[in-house]
């Protein structure tokens, strides 16, 4: 695949639940996130709930369309759990497994983006738990992340649908924090949970990145061939990465391969920051800031 051209889309509220995409999967709750679901649903009824939803919401003729439309890639949002060892979620590995067939019977590429963590790595209700931003302090949730990453390079390493993997989706760093206000926006269900609940520093964030991109690709560990992208999210300031994985010559240290900067583009954080809810202004905040 030529990876200076990519034509895809998210297959976004699949295997990680967005309340906003389908509301009715929380009916007879007051959960807004994955996290509290299952706390709030007979066990029988969270299960039917969930695997009737990863039937019927994405399925071969999704990929089929996906291609006749002209795309030839698909990014896949997966929970930390997709393995099933952190009840009581349940695990959708076969779901990506599936993902993976319909993929290369069609002609596209995947991109696995790890979009949650365990305690959040932003407090989004996508993250994993509202409210709640803690996974960065927690050495045995990071180790645990590096682990899952591990186990998917080595399951679709070698798949010819593999275009990449997505350490981890949208941190929640020291720039994004006072825009996000993750504390007033997603309120925590459990303050006492919730406590400690901070940004992420971008020197903690790049030092995981390297160490996330050396167990990827070590041989002993997760083995991603280097034909594979690892992509890694700027933490929504995309000007911290300018020498980051740079050698003296400027270029891409010779340590690193194939690697890809991932930036996302939210109307919101253009308004934020001042720009007017007009197509034009939209257009001059792309091109001029």
């Not at 997966?78 to 393995?83: M, R, T």
């Not at 340590?255 to 007017?276: I, R, S, W």
Request: aromatic content about 12%; some cysteine.
């Amino acid at each position: 695949m030529d990876l200076n051209y990519i034509k895809g889309v998210n297959l976004g509220n699949w295997l990680v639940l967005e309340k906003w995409m389908n509301p009715a999967l929380f009916d007879g709750t007051t959960a807004d996130d994955e996290y509290y679901l299952p706390t709030q649903l007979d066990p029988a009824v969270y299960e039917a709930r969930i695997r009737t939803h990863r039937a019927e919401y994405i399925n071969e003729r999704d990929f089929a369309t996906i291609k006749s439309w002209g795309l030839n890639s698909v990014r896949i949002p997966v929970p930390y759990f997709i393995f099933g060892d952190r009840a009581p979620f349940i695990g959708c590995i076969d779901e990506l497994d599936k993902a993976f067939n319909w993929a290369e019977k069609y002609g596209l590429t995947i991109l696995i983006d790890l979009h949650t963590a365990p305690m959040s790595q932003n407090g989004f209700d996508n993250g994993g738990i509202s409210g709640v931003c803690k996974w960065a302090q927690l050495p045995d949730e990071v180790e645990f992340v590096l682990s899952v990453l591990e186990r998917l390079s080595k399951r679709y390493g070698h798949r010819r649908a593999l275009m990449g993997i997505e350490i981890i989706n949208e941190p929640n760093t020291t720039t994004c924090w006072p825009m996000a206000n993750v504390t007033e926006r997603y309120k925590a269900v459990d303050p006492e949970l919730a406590e400690g609940t901070g940004p992420i520093a971008f020197d903690w964030l790049k030092n995981f990145y390297i160490t996330a991109y050396h167990r990827l690709r070590d041989a002993d560990k997760g083995a991603l061939p280097t034909d594979k992208v690892v992509v890694f999210h700027d933490g929504f300031d995309i000007e911290q990465w300018k020498d980051f994985m740079r050698g003296p010559d400027g270029k891409l240290a010779p340590e690193f391969k194939n690697v890809v900067l991932d930036t996302h583009q939210y109307l919101m954080t253009a308004e934020t920051m001042g720009c007017p809810q007009t197509a034009e202004g939209y257009y001059d905040f792309v091109r001029n800031t």
